[in-house]
């Protein structure tokens, strides 16, 4: 009867030695290779450590010409151009124009990883049915645990810092692009992939001249979301050493200061915002001959 | 055998993951109703043998279902045949390796889509240019050979417009010059015009007709149409099924239709606007008339010949007498036309 009421588990020291053994591999694991894969991680934090000093050493009205000349070329609209710059000046206004810069500097760097990574990977699981079947469970992965336990073994193995800061960043936020380069490219009309084959294209031809240019407004949206994601996970990133906007936000929640939260967590907000908006409206724009028209 | 451009030689094939081992019951006789259901694969050609003549348009007609697309993709090997060859200019086309299969299809072969098949994102010029590109030719002389096509087409003007700004006759130009700037020898068109209105469809076939005067291609030209089939085919092909059920030039598809499903075809057609003076023609020498070429369709034949008011006329080629033909012979051989009153719907 015991059988029904408990459920038949582990026993108790088995169940200890195996998590034991796994933590045990898992620590063997880094101190063998810890080091190489620091090492290997070493461009990536000399890039965003160069790009943090360069936004925060450039002078501010600078920065604020280059964000508004990216708006108003990303979006075409006056309005959110000078929205932008408004938002800015309230940000530096309030203090806050140091930490947005770090966080600046991060989202780009895990923005660039994360394209130069999840394009690739997209296309080939554009390429094979079964490249697709193993990714998509991996990716779902990526996206449901939560974070706090993928940091475990950052942490684990590269210690606390910028470097497993912009990993985990990356972790959560690379979904998206690989999803949508894969979909943009499998929704590519076949009738134009079709055409390009009897011309002879070579599978290279095929993709740089036919595939990723109509899937460009799909791969843009993968962009976009990436982004988005990356700047909703700044506050965790924070707990684990990564300067910017969630670090005044941690320190809002252990010490209850309401103000401090609340403007940092808005800062975030904005920048979100402005991504979104500019990234959109310049996702329409790509859109615009894409679509096949047979409207005969 | 020289003057055969392509030679399709018992071709088949079936769709489905055992394709191969269904080729022997489809040889032996089992229809594609009875393949679908006692096997669950897709009868897509079942033997099909067409010599395509140089330099002639070799029509393949047949209803919405009847393999025409399949046949069409087996010539450039868009799709692989589960059985049978097929030889172009004395190559077999089955045994290219991948790299000769890609040279084949951007020097020897290009083909027109139903749905056109452009490229959304780049500009007419760009969409002409782009079998050149893709042949590596650089931009500069791919540009210039493709603007003598667009000209040549009828598009000029519209080089730098994209293909959603055009309507479905100007897009399928862009389609047709695209095929032509490669220079290739063969011109697959799989239901080139079908998705087009009837005049903007008519005009198609008048561009296509008078560019072949000039070009000689040897085209392939696929539809469900009858009127375009008579229209453009120096020879049809109809198939159904998958099979071809008859083969040959017009005249003799209607003097001589294979069965039922040929009959009812072309049962609707008006046969004088067909049919020439020298399908009927004999040697009578009591025929006395107007002398007419032997290319005349009996229409208008029947038009000199009763303004005449003779009994026939006789038939010149090149400016000598070859035949006569008479009026009753002509009329004979109309006549099941004739039992079709309403003469708006018949052949032009
Ligand atoms: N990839 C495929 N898989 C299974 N059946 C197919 C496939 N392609 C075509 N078929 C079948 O083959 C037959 C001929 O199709 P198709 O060549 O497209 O005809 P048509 O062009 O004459 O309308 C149809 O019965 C169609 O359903
Ligand atoms: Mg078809």
Same mark, same amino acid.
């Given at each position: 009867?015991?059988?029904?009421?408990?459920?038949?588990?582990?026993?108790?020291?088995?169940?200890?030695?195996?998590?034991?053994?796994?933590?045990?591999?898992f620590r063997d694991f880094t101190r063998n290779y810890g080091e190489a894969i620091e090492n290997f991680f070493d461009p990536l934090l000399y890039f965003l450590v160069w790009l943090e000093k360069l936004f925060l050493n450039t002078p501010w009205p600078i920065i604020m010409a280059?964000?508004?000349?990216?708006?108003?070329?990303?979006?075409?609209?006056?309005?959110?151009?000078?929205?932008?710059?408004?938002?800015?000046?309230?940000?530096?206004?309030?203090?806050?124009?140091?930490?947005?810069?770090?966080?600046?500097?991060?989202?780009?760097?895990?923005?660039?990883?994360?394209?130069?990574?999840?394009?690739?990977?997209?296309?080939?699981?554009?390429?094979?049915?079964?490249?697709?079947?193993?990714?998509?469970?991996?990716?779902?992965?990526?996206?449901?645990?939560?974070?706090?336990?993928?940091?475990?073994?950052?942490?684990?193995?590269?210690?606390?810092?910028?470097?497993?800061?912009?990993?985990?960043?990356?972790?959560?936020?690379?979904?998206?692009?690989?999803?949508?380069?894969?979909?943009?490219?499998?929704?590519?009309?076949?009738?134009?992939?079709?055409?390009?084959?009897?011309?002879?294209?070579?599978?290279?031809?095929?993709?740089?001249?036919?595939?990723?240019?109509?899937?460009?407004?799909?791969?843009?949206?993968?962009?976009?979301?990436?982004?988005?994601?990356?700047?909703?996970?700044?506050?965790?990133?924070?707990?684990?050493?990564?300067?910017?906007?969630?670090?005044?936000?941690?320190?809002?929640?252990?010490?209850?200061?309401?103000?401090?939260?609340?403007?940092?967590?808005?800062?975030?907000?904005?920048?979100?915002?402005?991504?979104?908006?500019?990234?959109?409206?310049?996702?329409?724009?790509?859109?615009?001959?894409?679509?096949?028209?047979?409207?005969? | 055998?020289? /003057? +055969?451009?392509?030679?399709?030689?018992?071709?088949?094939?079936? %769709?489905?993951?055992?394709? $191969? *081992? =269904? &080729?022997?019951?489809?040889?032996?006789?089992?229809?594609?109703?009875?393949?679908?259901?006692?096997?669950?694969?897709?009868?897509?050609?079942?033997?099909?043998?067409?010599?395509?003549?140089?330099?002639?348009?070799?029509?393949?007609?047949?209803?919405?279902?009847?393999?025409?697309?399949?046949?069409?993709?087996?010539?450039?090997?868009?799709?692989?045949?589960?059985?049978?060859?097929?030889?172009?200019?004395?190559? /077999? +086309?089955?045994?290219?390796?991948?790299?000769?299969?890609?040279? %084949?299809?951007?020097?020897? $072969? *290009? =083909? &027109?889509?139903?749905?056109?098949?452009?490229?959304?994102?780049?500009?007419?010029?760009?969409?002409?240019?782009?079998?050149?590109?893709?042949?590596?030719?650089?931009?500069?002389?791919?540009?210039?050979?493709?603007?003598?096509?667009?000209?040549?087409?009828?598009?000029?003007?519209?080089?730098?417009?994209?293909?959603?700004?055009?309507?479905?006759?100007?897009?399928?130009?862009?389609?047709?010059?695209?095929?032509?700037?490669?220079?290739?020898?063969?011109?697959?068109?799989?239901?080139? %015009?079908?998705?087009?209105d009837p005049l903007i469809r008519s005009d198609m076939q008048d561009v296509l007709l008078s560019l072949q005067e000039q070009l000689h291609k040897t085209i392939i030209f696929i539809t469900h149409d009858l009127d375009e089939a008579l229209k453009l085919g120096d020879d049809i092909?109809?198939?159904?099924?998958?099979?071809?059920?008859?083969?040959?030039?017009?005249?003799?598809?209607?003097?001589?239709?294979?069965?039922?499903?040929?009959?009812d075809f072309i049962k609707d057609i008006n046969k004088a606007r067909v049919l020439k003076v020298s399908s009927v023609m004999a040697k009578d020498e009591k025929i006395k008339g107007p002398e007419i070429s032997d290319n005349v369709i009996i229409e208008d034949a029947l038009q000199?010949?009763?303004?005449?008011?003779?009994?026939?006329?006789?038939?010149?080629?090149?400016?000598?007498?070859?035949?006569?033909?008479?009026?009753?012979?002509?009329?004979?051989?109309?006549?099941?036309?004739?039992?079709?009153?309403?003469?708006?719907?018949?052949?032009?």
């Open positions: 009867m015991s059988l029904l009421t408990e459920f038949p588990k582990m026993g108790r020291t088995d169940l200890r030695d195996f998590k034991k053994a796994i933590d045990e591999s280059v964000i508004a000349l990216l708006v108003y070329f990303g979006s075409r609209s006056i309005k959110l151009t000078i929205g932008a710059i408004i938002a800015f000046l309230l940000i530096g206004y309030l203090d806050m124009w140091e930490d947005t810069m770090a966080t600046l500097a991060i989202i780009s760097v895990a923005t660039i990883v994360c394209i130069s990574v999840g394009i690739p990977i997209g296309i080939l699981m554009a390429r094979s049915n079964r490249t697709q079947t193993v990714v998509t469970p991996i990716l779902d992965i990526m996206q449901t645990i939560p974070s706090f336990v993928y940091l475990i073994p950052v942490v684990m193995l590269l210690g606390i810092g910028k470097v497993p800061g912009l990993l985990a960043v990356c972790i959560y936020a690379i979904p998206p692009i690989v999803r949508l380069t894969n979909l943009g490219i499998r929704l590519v009309d076949k009738d134009v992939m079709e055409a390009s084959e009897a011309f002879g294209a070579s599978y290279k031809q095929k993709l740089l001249d036919v595939q990723i240019p109509l899937a460009l407004p799909n791969i843009f949206a993968g962009v976009n979301q990436t982004i988005m994601m990356a700047l909703s996970m700044v506050v965790i990133a924070s707990m684990i050493g990564v300067k910017g906007l969630g670090v005044p936000v941690l320190r809002a929640i252990s010490n209850q200061y309401l103000a401090l939260g609340v403007m940092n967590g808005l800062a975030i907000v904005v920048l979100a915002i402005l991504f979104d908006r500019v990234s959109q409206s310049f996702g329409k724009r790509l859109q615009a001959h894409r679509e096949s028209g047979h409207n005969v | 055998m020289s /003057d +055969i451009k392509v030679s399709i030689n018992n071709l088949y094939k079936i %769709f489905g993951s055992d394709a $191969a *081992s =269904m &080729v022997d019951l489809v040889k032996e006789g089992m229809s594609k109703s009875d393949l679908l259901e006692k096997h669950g694969h897709v009868l897509g050609l079942d033997n099909v043998n067409i010599d395509v003549r140089k330099q002639q348009i070799q029509v393949i007609m047949g209803l919405s279902g009847s393999g025409k697309s399949t046949l069409i993709r087996h010539i450039n090997r868009l799709i692989e045949p589960t059985s049978g060859s097929i030889i172009v200019d004395g190559d /077999d +086309i089955l045994s290219m390796s991948l790299a000769e299969l890609r040279d %084949f299809r951007r020097s020897k $072969a *290009s =083909m &027109v889509f139903q749905k056109f098949g452009l490229l959304p994102h780049r500009k007419v010029i760009d969409n002409v240019a782009y079998g050149l590109s893709i042949q590596g030719i650089n931009k500069e002389e791919a540009l210039a050979r493709s603007n003598k096509w667009i000209k040549s087409v009828g598009l000029t003007g519209f080089e730098n417009h994209y293909p959603s700004q055009l309507s479905g006759g100007m897009q399928q130009r862009v389609g047709l010059a695209r095929a032509l700037a490669t220079d290739a020898d063969i011109l697959l068109m799989d239901e080139a %015009f079908s998705a087009l092909a109809i198939l159904r099924d998958g099979a071809v059920i008859q083969s040959g030039t017009a005249e003799k598809i209607i003097l001589h239709p294979a069965d039922d499903y040929v009959t000199t010949v009763s303004q005449s008011g003779s009994n026939g006329a006789i038939i010149v080629k090149n400016g000598k007498k070859i035949g006569t033909v008479s009026l009753t012979d002509m009329i004979m051989a109309i006549a099941r036309s004739t039992e079709n009153t309403d003469s708006d719907t018949v052949y032009r």
